[in-house]
């Protein structure tokens, strides 16, 4: 089955990076979901095509390639400065003229959705896939080779070399404020916290972490069974996530 037909957009943030987009227009013109990917990915992949080809049933989808990512501009700094990329992404899903803006963020897009949305506002409904609530969590060894990653020269040319994502040397300064933190910002715009039992990256704390951070309304559905992030994500799943959209823009 064809994926739903996008029309390439490029959008510029706040700070000057040029990030690399696509729009898939649907039915509903009200609703404008932004679709966030997790580290190394992009809107390109096929796992990320196919979910916004089941979201675009529930809204318009505009999925980005964060920075240093694929296409995009500048460097990564896996989840600081990214909440500006969604900021031109919510940005320009206004003027393409939805009314109501939801982000559906996986792994680390779904820690800067959260973030976005508790320091920038301007969303109608948040949902966060497989996320981190917290900085530096090493205890997985998918986690630990992520780290080497960002902090070794080689892990970043290797993940320049392999996955097209450009990582930005040095270490946070400020250290930006968790997700678990940023989500009891997320109110009144209602939050949902999705994770797997099976996650390989980020165990069932995270998710219970930032279930317990974030304030009303807000929903955790805990998934029998579901690894990590859009390679494991089902279209059962994404669209249960488009009908929980869809049931807050009613």
């Keep these: 089955m064809p994926f739903a037909p996008h029309f390439p957009v490029m959008l510029r943030t706040e700070d000057g990076v040029r990030i690399d987009a696509a729009h898939t227009p649907s ?8 679709m966030a990917h997790g580290f190394t990915g992009s809107w390109r992949e096929r796992a990320a095509r196919r979910i916004a080809h089941v979201l675009s ?29 969604v900021a031109a992404a919510v940005r320009h899903a206004r003027v393409v003229g939805y009314s ?12 800067v959705a959260v973030r976005h949305a508790g320091l920038r506002g301007g969303v109608d409904a948040v949902a966060a ?36 994502t450009k990582i930005a040397r040095g270490r946070w300064d400020p250290i930006p404020m968790p997700p678990h933190e940023a989500a009891a910002l997320v109110s009144p715009a209602p939050l949902l916290i999705v994770h797997g039992d099976a996650d390989m990256f980020f165990p069932l704390d995270h998710a219970h ?20 992030a859009e390679s494991a994500a089902s279209p059962e799943l994404i669209r249960r996530i488009g009908k929980w959209i869809s049931s807050n823009f009613s």
């Design 100 to 111: 109501k803006i939801a982000v559906v963020g996986f792994s680390m897009g779904a820690a």
């Design 27 to 34: 039915t509903r013109t009200d609703v404008g979901i932004v």
């Design 129 to 164: 896939v497989s996320g981190p609530a917290r900085w530096y969590y090493r205890g997985t060894k998918p986690m630990r080779q992520v780290h080497w990653a960002i902090e070794q020269p080689f892990g970043r040319w290797a993940a320049r070399v392999a996955k097209r």
């Design 57 to 85: 049933e529930y809204g318009g989808v505009l999925a980005f390639d964060f920075r240093g990512h694929g296409r995009s501009g500048g460097e990564t700094t896996v989840g600081d400065r990214e909440i500006l990329d």
């Design 209 to 228: 972490q930032l279930y317990d951070g974030a304030r009303e309304p807000k929903e955790l559905w805990i998934e029998s069974g579901y690894g990590h």
